[in-house]
C-alpha cells in the first residue's frame, strides 16, 4: 500500500517506488510537514523536527506557556491564517461579520483505493497505475470553515499530485480571498530556483536563480497561464546537475491566473504556495459550498533528468487523453506564413497538392478563412466561410484537399469576437467590457465573456456545427489576446472576482464536450503561440503550438526550456522559411529540419516557391520523422548541454524504451574559430550492448556514456548533424 497512517505516533507515511512523503499531526491538532524526498528506510522521521524559542514568534493560546510551539517557524501542509504565522499563507478569507482570523486543525482522513476527481476542472487520471488518495480533513472550529486535503499518490509514476478543498460548515457566507492547491515545507538545505520566464515569440526561458531571503513570486494576471511565466517551477540543491542532486517539481494543472510563492524565511525555511492566483480574486462561499483548487503534480528526483522524465511520463501518459495521445501525428503544413490573409481557394489547392507530393499527410488552413476576415479588424465571432476567398465553401476546398490524399484541418479563435462583427452588433455585452469605460484592445479584438452560459451554448454549436459539418480531423485553437477590462455583465457585483476562474471552468467544460462529442479529432492548444502551454490545456489538447516564433535558433532555447517539464510530443514545430519571418535569420533547411523533428513536426511555409532541390530534401525529412517518430515520442529525452553551452552549441539525444536506438542531434549556434572540438557523454543507452554509430564504426554503449563521443568540426551558418546510433549486438 503506498499510504499507511500510524495511529501511535499520528504519521501518515506516502511513498512511491522511489520517494517518501511524511505529515505528522501535533499535539494540537496542526498538520507538520515531517518529510519529503528519497525514500530513508526510517519509518518516524520526528525527529527532524525540533521546537526552539525563536524570541518574537508567537504562540497558539494553549501553548501561550510554551513559547517555543509557533506557528511562525512550523512546517506546514496547508497554512492558517491570521493567527500568528506571519509567512506566506495558503488562505485568505474574510466572515460576515468582518473576521479575517482562521486556524485550522486535524479533524479526520480517509485513504481510498484510486484517484480523486476534481468537478469541472482537469487533473491526472489513473491509467491502470497502482494509485491512493489520501484525504485530510481539517477544520476552524469558530468559523465553521473546513478544508480537505487531497493527495493521490502514483507508486509507480513517482509522483504526488495535491488539492483542496474549502467548505463552508457555518450559517453566514465567507468570501475567499485566496485559496492555494498547495503547500510545501523544505525546512533544511540551500536551494536554486529554476523557473521559466519569457514573451511572445520567446516562452519558457529557463532560468536558474539562488533562492535570497524574501518571497520570490512568479504569477501571471493575463487571464492565461501567459507567455511570461509558466505555471511550472522547480528547486534543485545548489550542486544539483542533470545527472544528481535534490530537485524538486511543481506543476500547476491550470491555464488562467496563476501565482507560485517561494519563500526563504527567517529561520532559513523554504516554503512553497502554489495555486490560482490571488489578484482581483474574491470566491463567495455561501453556506455548504465548497470551492475546489486546481491540481498541482509534484515529483522529487535525483538530477533534472530523472525530474523531467518522470514529468513527460506522467503528462504524456495520465494528462493528456483521446487517441492522439500516444498515436502518431499527422505531419502537417499550415498555410499562415505561406499567405497569411491573402488566401484563396487557387493559392490553397497549389500549396496543398506541393505538400501531398512530398507526404504531407494534413493541411491546416489558418486564419483569414471565414467572411470579413482580411485582416485582423473584423470577422472573430462569424465562423461563416468567405465565398469570395473560397467560391466553392470549405466542403468544396475540402473535397479537393482530400482527393490528394490529405486530412484536413482548420484555425479558429472561439473565444474571441471582434467590434466589426454580426455577433458583436448582436450581443455586445457577452464581450468583457468595464462599464463606462473604453476597453483595451489587442489585435483589434475582445474577449467573449464564457462566465455565460449563453456564450458558453453559442461556442459550442458554433464549433459542434463546424465539425458536425464538414469533414476536419484537427482544430487549431487559438488565443491571441490576454483578459483586461475583466467584468461580466450578467454577474452581481460583489462577484466580479469569480469571472476569471468561472471562465475557465467553463472553458474547460467546452473542451469536455467537444472532444467527447468528436474524439477522432485532433486539437492543437495555442494562444499567441505558447501562452497557454500548461498540464490542464494538454488534457484536452495532446500537443501545444509551442511559440510564433518558428526561427529553429530562437526554438532551440524554447523547446530547451520547455522540455524540463512538459514532454516532446506535447510540442507543436515547424519547419518555416529562410530567412525567417521573425528574426530575418537565414538558416539551413536540414537545421530547420533537425529542430523541427524534436516535437510534433510538421512545416509552415510557400512550399509552391521551393526549388526541386528543397521539395526532395523535405520529403526525405519526412520519410525520416515518420520513422523515428515513436522513438521521438516514447522514448526518453535527455539533454546534453546546458545553457552554458548555449551560446556556442545544443546537443540532446533521443533514445528507444528497449535501448535498441538513439538518435543524437547537435546544432551550432555560433561556430568558433580554432574551438574546442564539441565532445558529449550519451545517455540511457545498455551498457553492455554494442552499437553502431552512423554506420562508422562500432563501440560499446559504456564507452559513449562514459568515453563520450567527439563532433567532427561543423562550420557554415548554423549547422546541424544528425547521428543514428543502432544496437547491433
Same mark, same amino acid.
Given at each position: 500500500?503506498?499510504?499507511?497512517?500510524?495511529?501511535?505516533?499520528?504519521?501518515?507515511?506516502?511513498?512511491?517506488?522511489?520517494?517518501?512523503?511524511?505529515?505528522?499531526?501535533?499535539?494540537?491538532?496542526?498538520?507538520?510537514?515531517?518529510?519529503?524526498?528519497?525514500?530513508?528506510?526510517?519509518?518516524?522521521?520526528?525527529?527532524?523536527?525540533?521546537?526552539?524559542?525563536?524570541?518574537?514568534?508567537?504562540?497558539?493560546?494553549? =501553548?501561550?506557556?510554551?513559547?517555543?510551539?509557533?506557528?511562525?517557524?512550523?512546517?506546514?501542509?496547508?497554512?492558517?491564517?491570521?493567527?500568528?504565522?506571519?509567512?506566506?499563507?495558503?488562505?485568505?478569507?474574510?466572515?460576515?461579520?468582518?473576521?479575517?482570523?482562521?486556524?485550522?486543525?486535524?479533524?479526520?482522513?480517509?485513504?481510498?483505493?484510486?484517484?480523486?476527481?476534481?468537478?469541472?476542472?482537469?487533473?491526472?487520471?489513473?491509467?491502470?497505475?497502482?494509485?491512493?488518495?489520501?484525504?485530510?480533513?481539517?477544520?476552524?472550529?469558530?468559523?465553521?470553515?473546513?478544508?480537505?486535503?487531497?493527495? &493521490?499518490?502514483?507508486?509507480?509514476?513517482?509522483?504526488?499530485?495535491?488539492?483542496?478543498?474549502?467548505?463552508?460548515?457555518?450559517?453566514?457566507?465567507?468570501?475567499?480571498?485566496?485559496?492555494?492547491?498547495?503547500?510545501?515545507?523544505?525546512?533544511?538545505?540551500?536551494?536554486? =530556483?529554476?523557473?521559466?520566464?519569457?514573451?511572445?515569440? =520567446? #516562452?519558457?526561458?529557463?532560468?536558474?536563480?539562488?533562492?535570497?531571503?524574501?518571497?520570490?513570486?512568479?504569477?501571471?494576471?493575463?487571464?492565461?497561464?501567459?507567455?511570461?511565466?509558466?505555471?511550472?517551477?522547480?528547486?534543485?540543491?545548489?550542486?544539483?546537475?542533470?545527472?544528481?542532486?535534490?530537485?524538486?517539481?511543481?506543476?500547476?494543472?491550470?491555464?488562467?491566473?496563476?501565482?507560485?510563492?517561494?519563500?526563504?524565511?527567517?529561520?532559513?525555511?523554504?516554503?512553497?504556495?502554489?495555486?490560482?492566483?490571488?489578484?482581483?480574486?474574491?470566491?463567495?462561499?455561501?453556506?455548504?459550498?465548497?470551492?475546489?483548487?486546481?491540481?498541482?503534480?509534484?515529483?522529487?528526483?535525483?538530477?533534472?533528468?530523472?525530474?523531467?522524465?518522470?514529468?513527460?511520463?506522467?503528462?504524456?501518459?495520465?494528462?493528456?487523453?483521446? #487517441?492522439?495521445?500516444?498515436?502518431?501525428?499527422?505531419?502537417?503544413?499550415?498555410?499562415?506564413?505561406?499567405?497569411?490573409?491573402?488566401?484563396?481557394?487557387?493559392?490553397?489547392?497549389?500549396?496543398?497538392?506541393?505538400?501531398?507530393?512530398?507526404?504531407?499527410?494534413?493541411?491546416?488552413?489558418?486564419? &483569414?478563412?471565414?467572411?470579413?476576415?482580411?485582416?485582423?479588424?473584423?470577422?472573430?465571432?462569424?465562423?461563416?466561410?468567405?465565398?469570395?476567398?473560397?467560391?466553392?465553401?470549405?466542403?468544396?476546398?475540402?473535397?479537393?484537399?482530400?482527393?490528394?490524399?490529405?486530412?484536413?484541418?482548420?484555425?479558429?479563435?472561439? #473565444?474571441?469576437?471582434?467590434?466589426?462583427?454580426?455577433?458583436?452588433?448582436?450581443?455586445?455585452?457577452?464581450?468583457?467590457?468595464?462599464?463606462?469605460?473604453?476597453?483595451?484592445?489587442?489585435?483589434?479584438?475582445?474577449?467573449?465573456?464564457?462566465?455565460?452560459?449563453?456564450?458558453?451554448?453559442?461556442?459550442?454549436?458554433?464549433?459542434?456545427?463546424?465539425?458536425?459539418?464538414?469533414?476536419?480531423?484537427?482544430?487549431?485553437?487559438?488565443?491571441?489576446?490576454?483578459?483586461?477590462?475583466?467584468?461580466?455583465?450578467?454577474?452581481?457585483?460583489?462577484?466580479?472576482?469569480?469571472?476569471?476562474?468561472?471562465?475557465?471552468?467553463?472553458?474547460?467544460?467546452?473542451?469536455?464536450?467537444?472532444?467527447?462529442?468528436?474524439?477522432?479529432?485532433?486539437?492543437?492548444?495555442?494562444?499567441?503561440?505558447?501562452?497557454?502551454?500548461?498540464?490542464?490545456?494538454?488534457?484536452?489538447?495532446?500537443?501545444?503550438?509551442?511559440?510564433?516564433?518558428?526561427?529553429?535558433?530562437?526554438?532551440?532555447?524554447?523547446?530547451?526550456?520547455?522540455?524540463?517539464?512538459?514532454?516532446?510530443?506535447?510540442?507543436?514545430?515547424?519547419?518555416?522559411?529562410?530567412?525567417?519571418?521573425?528574426?530575418?535569420?537565414?538558416?539551413?533547411?536540414?537545421?530547420? &529540419?533537425?529542430?523541427?523533428?524534436?516535437?510534433?513536426?510538421?512545416?509552415?511555409?510557400?512550399?509552391?516557391?521551393?526549388?526541386?532541390? #528543397?521539395?526532395?530534401?523535405?520529403?526525405?525529412?519526412?520519410?525520416?520523422?515518420?520513422?523515428?517518430?515513436?522513438?521521438?515520442?516514447?522514448?526518453?529525452?535527455?539533454?546534453?548541454?546546458?545553457?552554458?553551452?548555449?551560446?556556442?552549441?545544443?546537443?540532446?539525444?533521443?533514445?528507444?524504451?528497449?535501448?535498441?536506438?538513439?538518435?543524437?542531434?547537435?546544432?551550432?549556434?555560433?561556430?568558433?574559430?580554432?574551438?574546442?572540438?564539441?565532445?558529449?557523454?550519451?545517455?540511457?543507452?545498455?551498457?553492455?550492448?554494442?552499437?553502431?554509430?552512423? &554506420?562508422?564504426?562500432?563501440?560499446?554503449?559504456?564507452?559513449? =556514456?562514459?568515453?563520450?563521443?567527439?563532433?567532427?568540426?561543423?562550420?557554415?551558418?548554423?549547422?546541424?548533424?544528425?547521428?543514428?546510433?543502432?544496437?547491433?549486438?
Amino acid at each position: 500500500m503506498s499510504i499507511r497512517y500510524n495511529e501511535a505516533t499520528k504519521q501518515f507515511i506516502l511513498e512511491t517506488a522511489s520517494t517518501c512523503y511524511q505529515i505528522e499531526i501535533d499535539e494540537l491538532g496542526f498538520l507538520h510537514h515531517l518529510y519529503y524526498g528519497p525514500k530513508t528506510g526510517q519509518g518516524d522521521l520526528a525527529y527532524r523536527y525540533r521546537i526552539y524559542d525563536h524570541g518574537f514568534s508567537g504562540n497558539p493560546y494553549d =501553548m501561550r506557556n510554551n513559547r517555543a510551539f509557533s506557528l511562525d517557524s512550523m512546517p506546514q501542509e496547508y497554512t492558517s491564517f491570521g493567527v500568528g504565522d506571519f509567512r506566506v499563507t495558503s488562505i485568505r478569507a474574510s466572515c460576515s461579520d468582518g473576521s479575517r482570523c482562521f486556524e485550522f486543525r486535524y479533524s479526520g482522513h480517509e485513504i481510498i483505493d484510486g484517484k480523486y476527481a476534481i468537478p469541472d476542472l482537469p487533473s491526472v487520471y489513473n491509467n491502470d497505475d497502482e494509485v491512493q488518495t489520501l484525504v485530510v480533513s481539517l477544520i476552524d472550529g469558530p468559523a465553521n470553515i473546513a478544508i480537505r486535503l487531497y493527495y &493521490g499518490v502514483f507508486e509507480n509514476l513517482d509522483v504526488i499530485t495535491r488539492t483542496a478543498e474549502i467548505i463552508n460548515w457555518g450559517h453566514e457566507t465567507v468570501w475567499l480571498r485566496k485559496a492555494s492547491s498547495l503547500c510545501l515545507e523544505l525546512p533544511f538545505g540551500s536551494w536554486d =530556483m529554476i523557473h521559466f520566464h519569457g514573451r511572445h515569440c =520567446m #516562452e519558457r526561458q529557463p532560468e536558474r536563480v539562488p533562492l535570497f531571503h524574501g518571497i520570490h513570486t512568479l504569477s501571471s494576471g493575463r487571464g492565461m497561464s501567459s507567455h511570461q511565466h509558466n505555471p511550472f517551477v522547480i528547486l534543485c540543491d545548489r550542486t544539483a546537475t542533470e545527472d544528481s542532486g535534490a530537485c524538486y517539481g511543481m506543476m500547476l494543472m491550470y491555464s488562467g491566473n496563476h501565482k507560485t510563492e517561494i519563500e526563504l524565511d527567517q529561520f532559513d525555511s523554504v516554503r512553497v504556495v502554489m495555486g490560482v492566483s490571488d489578484d482581483r480574486f474574491r470566491w463567495e462561499l455561501t453556506p455548504g459550498a465548497s470551492f475546489r483548487a486546481p491540481e498541482v503534480i509534484l515529483s522529487c528526483a535525483d538530477g533534472l533528468t530523472q525530474l523531467s522524465h518522470r514529468f513527460h511520463r506522467v503528462v504524456r501518459n495520465n494528462v493528456c487523453r483521446g #487517441e492522439y495521445k500516444l498515436s502518431h501525428r499527422p505531419v502537417l503544413i499550415n498555410n499562415w506564413e505561406a499567405t497569411y490573409f491573402d488566401l484563396n481557394e487557387e493559392k490553397i489547392v497549389a500549396l496543398a497538392q506541393k505538400a501531398a507530393d512530398i507526404g504531407v499527410e494534413l493541411f491546416v488552413l489558418d486564419d &483569414g478563412w471565414f467572411k470579413n476576415r482580411v485582416d485582423d479588424n473584423a470577422g472573430l465571432g462569424d465562423w461563416t466561410p468567405d465565398t469570395n476567398k473560397l467560391p466553392n465553401g470549405l466542403d468544396g476546398l475540402i473535397k479537393k484537399i482530400n482527393d490528394m490524399g490529405l486530412k484536413f484541418g482548420l484555425w479558429v479563435e472561439p #473565444e474571441m469576437v471582434n467590434e466589426n462583427s454580426d455577433l458583436y452588433r448582436a450581443h455586445p455585452d457577452w464581450a468583457m467590457t468595464a462599464p463606462n469605460r473604453a476597453p483595451m484592445m489587442a489585435r483589434n479584438q475582445l474577449v467573449l465573456d464564457l462566465s455565460r452560459e449563453e456564450v458558453h451554448e453559442y461556442i459550442f454549436d458554433t464549433l459542434s456545427g463546424l465539425l458536425s459539418k464538414y469533414n476536419i480531423t484537427y482544430i487549431k485553437w487559438d488565443f491571441n489576446r490576454p483578459l483586461a477590462d475583466v467584468y461580466s455583465h450578467s454577474t452581481p457585483s460583489p462577484r466580479q472576482g469569480e469571472v476569471t476562474h468561472r471562465y475557465y471552468l467553463s472553458l474547460y467544460r467546452l473542451y469536455e464536450r467537444l472532444t467527447k462529442a468528436f474524439p477522432h479529432v485532433l486539437f492543437e492548444g495555442c494562444a499567441g503561440g505558447g501562452g497557454r502551454f500548461d498540464a490542464g490545456m494538454l488534457q484536452y489538447s495532446p500537443q501545444i503550438w509551442c511559440s510564433d516564433n518558428t526561427d529553429p535558433i530562437s526554438r532551440l532555447t524554447i523547446q530547451y526550456g520547455t522540455s524540463f517539464g512538459y514532454p516532446v510530443s506535447a510540442i507543436g514545430a515547424h519547419v518555416s522559411a529562410t530567412p525567417n519571418h521573425q528574426t530575418g535569420r537565414l538558416t539551413p533547411l536540414s537545421t530547420r &529540419g533537425t529542430v523541427a523533428m524534436m516535437g510534433a513536426f510538421g512545416y509552415e511555409l510557400d512550399m509552391t516557391k521551393l526549388s526541386d532541390e #528543397e521539395l526532395e530534401e523535405m520529403k526525405g525529412q519526412i520519410k525520416r520523422f515518420k520513422e523515428l517518430e515513436p522513438m521521438i515520442h516514447n522514448g526518453l529525452y535527455y539533454r546534453l548541454s546546458s545553457m552554458k553551452e548555449s551560446g556556442h552549441y545544443f546537443a540532446w539525444q533521443f533514445v528507444a524504451p528497449d535501448k535498441s536506438r538513439s538518435l543524437l542531434s547537435i546544432v551550432v549556434t555560433n561556430p568558433l574559430a580554432n574551438s574546442t572540438p564539441v565532445h558529449v557523454r550519451l545517455k540511457g543507452l545498455d551498457s553492455d550492448a554494442i552499437y553502431s554509430v552512423n &554506420g562508422e564504426f562500432e563501440c560499446t554503449g559504456s564507452a559513449l =556514456m562514459n568515453a563520450g563521443y567527439t563532433f567532427p568540426q561543423l562550420t557554415g551558418d548554423y549547422p546541424a548533424l544528425q547521428l543514428d546510433i543502432i544496437k547491433v549486438k
